[in-house]
């Protein structure tokens, strides 16, 4: 009789140690993801994306407010749009943890895509499962899932587009049409998630239309494939290209800017005692977006000495929101 320290847990002969690890991974990730959401208070980039929402609005004007003003799609804001009137419907709290809640939830969805891509590629388990608590546990990817913005959303997408490119090249037979129809809408949706996601999709569908043409002739069906499923992700896109066409027109004619230019200054100006001057390149890069002035400091104070007036103690920025 096998000791009880030998035995696998198993179940019908089978170890359930491959399902189990991956399994307890993803949920020490989900809960790390969901600890202590409210412990901060919104800041700036959260505090623009929770405005959008803030009068609970309709969808439609949600959506209106997004293409007017933010260079990035509606997805994550029609999400948490929808998280905010369930919340009210059902008499829920509505703070800043559980703003957060949407992100935590598609931080923790990315896992199981990150685990399956890392199978697919490495066709092993345990680097499968290695990727997955890399992931789980990385400190960037916990930071972006407790933030009230789209960079969750991003990667909760991105696997499955890979997953499903990587799916196209099967050994042999036609492409697995499940994972065809999951690459589309992974793909559309993460379009229609942050404007860099253009980047993304078009490169690596790029790539899988150049290998298609190029074997084109030995895998005539996987060519037409690639080309019916390319066309539809752009039909799905394409509503969205108007409006982001619209952004750069507007952009460039200074409507976006124009309307904020001159109040912000006026302000300053009737402070008493306050000596108003103007940066030398007032409308440049501040060099201190996001993280940039902590992962590129030498480069952040170059830009900052440039733009900064000569004699000038204190540099003023106004947010209006």
Known sequence: MASVGSAAVARGGKSLLPV????????????????????????????????????????????????????????????????????????LPITDGTLR??????????????????KKIFQNRGWAWGALVLAAFNMFAI???????MYAAILALAPWVLYSQLALWTPAGAPDKKMAAVGVAASVLLLYASL?????????????????WLERKVHPKKWRWVLGLSALILLGYLPWVGVIWRQS????????????????????????????????????????????????PDMSDRILQRIGPTGTSVISSVVLI
């Open 249 to 296: 027109l507007a952009l460039k004619a200074g409507v976006w800017t124009g309307m904020v230019i001159d109040q912000p200054r006026e302000l300053l100006k009737l402070v008493p005692g306050l000596q108003y001057s103007e940066l030398t390149e007032a409308d440049a890069c501040c060099g201190s977006a996001g993280t940039y002035n902590i992962v590129k």
């Open 196 to 212: 860099v996601c253009t980047f993304f999709v078009a490169g690596t569908w790029s790539a899988v239309f150049v290998f298609a």
């Open 20 to 91: 189990l690890t991956p399994a307890l991974a993803a949920l020490a990730g989900t809960v790390i993801r969901f600890w202590d959401l409210g412990r901060q208070s919104l800041w700036q980039d959260e505090i623009h994306t929770a405005i959008y929402v803030r009068d609970f609005p309709s969808l439609w004007e949600v959506i209106h407010r997004v293409a007017t003003w933010d260079l990035h799609a509606p997805l994550y804001y029609v999400l948490l749009w929808a998280e905010v009137w369930a919340r009210r419907l059902l008499a």
């Open 101 to 118: 809640e949407l992100s935590a939830f598609l931080g923790a969805a990315a896992l199981p895509g990150i685990y399956c891509l890392s």
């Open 143 to 149: 930071y972006y899932s407790q933030e009230l913005r």
